[in-house]
T-cell receptor, first 112, second 114 residues
Framework: GENVEQHPSTLSVQEGDSAVIKCTYS??????FPWYKQELGKRPQLIID?????GEKKDQRIAVTLNKTAKHFSLHITETQPEDSAVYFCAASTAGNEKLTFGTGTRLTIIP | SAVISQKPSRDICQRGTSLTIQCQVD?????MFWYRQQPGQSLTLIAT?????????ESGFVIDKFPISRPNLTFSTLTVSNMSPEDSSIYLC???????????FGAGTRLSVL
């Protein structure tokens, strides 16, 4: 089955700087890659996703890049703000299979 | 996105008892999933709740321990049976529409077993 690795497990960034979280996946048939943000005690919230037919997607300060050849994808957050502090999870799924396999999570702390 | 209601939000239970968690969606959805999230950990899929048929369980999870019902396209339940302290966790339901991989999550049920 699919295996998703996520790095780093913790990340501290000065407010205003950029943060990058990376994930690798094992199944070359995977074609959907969402990113979730989970604040303490809250539900995971979808913040951005990308499908295998594109290499990059942006939404304001958040972007995701995908390298299908290397089987890795990354979350980029620019101009970080204190409210970006949370745990971020990447995930992957394959066509025709709506199951998501999650990475281990990254605890992002924005230092004011 | 769908509005997902999950009940109870939290509970404290005695070992050996069972707890049923409900997940209600405000629109018809094809897929409903149940996850477990242990403290400080990632999300682990327990099973996919299929409407009109038995749930599909992931490796390490069995129907006797986690029976699931899905009577219609907007509702599902997960029962945690014969609980032990190791079952203390957050249980989350999620939903996705037909042909879509996009999953939206309920607020979760925080379960503590004494």
């Amino acid at each position: 089955g699919e295996n998703v690795e996520q790095h780093p497990s913790t990340l501290s960034v000065q407010e205003g700087d950029s943060a990058v979280i990376k994930c690798t996946y094992s199944d070359s048939a995977s074609n959907y890659f969402p990113w979730y943000k989970q604040e303490l005690g809250k539900r995971p919230q979808l913040i951005i996703d990308i499908r295998s037919n594109v290499g990059e997607k942006k939404d304001q300060r958040i972007a995701v890049t995908l390298n299908k050849t290397a089987k890795h994808f990354s979350l980029h957050i620019t101009e970080t703000q204190p409210e970006d502090s949370a745990v971020y999870f990447c995930a992957a799924s394959t066509a025709g299979n709506e199951k998501l396999t999650f990475g281990t999570g990254t605890r992002l702390t924005i230092i004011p | 996105s769908a509005v997902i209601s999950q009940k109870p939000s939290r509970d404290i239970c005695q070992r050996g008892t069972s707890l049923t968690i409900q997940c209600q969606v405000d629109s018809q959805v094809t897929m409903m999933f149940w996850y477990r999230q242990q403290p400080g950990q990632s999300l682990t899929l327990i099973a996919t709740a299929n409407q009109g048929s038995e749930a599909t369980y992931e490796s390490g999870f069995v129907i006797d321990k986690f029976p699931i019902s899905r009577p219609n396209l907007t509702f599902s339940t997960l029962t945690v049976s014969n609980m032990s302290p190791e079952d203390s966790s957050i249980y989350l339901c999620s939903v996705s529409a037909a042909g879509s991989n996009i999953q939206y999550f309920g607020a979760g049920t925080r379960l503590s077993v004494l």
